[in-house]
């Protein structure tokens, strides 16, 4: 089975305005990922703090999820001490149990990964004048991540697994409504060393 990774532009938001921020991105994404899905009931939501509305399930398990997954992101930034950082959901299938996974230290396989960079703006770098030019730059940002996130969401789909692929997935799913899914918080590694070290990582797949 094949991995995607799919970066999307970098947004530069306002310590307030990130939780929003984030909710907004990664609804759209789960909602956009899982449009076959017929036991999906999205709502429309409007942004909190951003002149954008966006589709959320109305699924309480994955308003769950996503709003723990936004609060260990930003503590995980809190611990850095960095403004900078990258917010990742990945999608993934869950192993069953067998003899053969028994000694396996992985029990989820994650197909698709979506990366967000995010720069938090520090309050002594602007000035109140400069506020409400900031907040429609960075709605403009916001947007433009949700147009980017409808385009790559369709680029491919040979990667992407049956929704009952096995018992344990199938669990999940029926429980979400959804794929299952995790948010986690990376450290930003995009300078030339980064990229040649993510690629060792991660070898393309070249069957």
Known sequence: MNREE???????VKRFETEAALRCL????????????????????????FEVSYAQSDNKDVANRVAEGIRSFLSKMEESKTNRGEACMAFFTAKDWSFRNLFSQDDKFFWEKWIIPIHIVDKKSFKDADSSK?????????????????????????????????EATNKLTQKLGCFPFEITYLKTDRSKWGSVKHTLQNPPNLM
């Open 26 to 49: 990664f609804h759209t994404i789960i909602f956009n990922r899982s449009l076959h899905n017929k036991t999906l009931k999205p709502r429309d939501v409007d942004c909190d703090v």
């Open 134 to 166: 900031l907040q429609t730059q960075h709605q403009e940002m916001l947007r433009e991540c949700l147009m980017q996130i409808i385009a790559k969401v369709n680029e491919k789909r040979e990667h992407i697994p049956p929704m009952n692929s096995n």
């Open 6 to 12: 799919l970066i999307l532009p970098p947004i530069h």
